[in-house]
């Protein structure tokens, strides 16, 4: 069984920031929707084998 992903609020601030520096360097949003499945789909594969995630020094906490 897959477990949740809970993102942090720092790490949904760090996307919001990366999709709006995509946005503004190439004045489209084709690539920030790009990142966005990219990052979907990592979370979905982390989900799903939780093992492949690096640990970190927090219980419970990997990241990809």
Known sequence: MAKEIVW???S???RLTIYQFW???NRSNTYSEKL???FDKSA???AKF???G?????EG????
């Open 61 to 64: 906490v990997s990241k990809f």
């Open 44 to 46: 979905q594969l982390l």
């Open 8 to 10: 942090t609020e720092t």
């Open 50 to 52: 939780p093992q492949a």
């Open 23 to 25: 946005l503004a360097h």
């Open 54 to 58: 690096m640990r970190t020094d927090i």
């Open 36 to 38: 966005e499945l990219l």
């Open 12 to 14: 949904l601030k760090d």
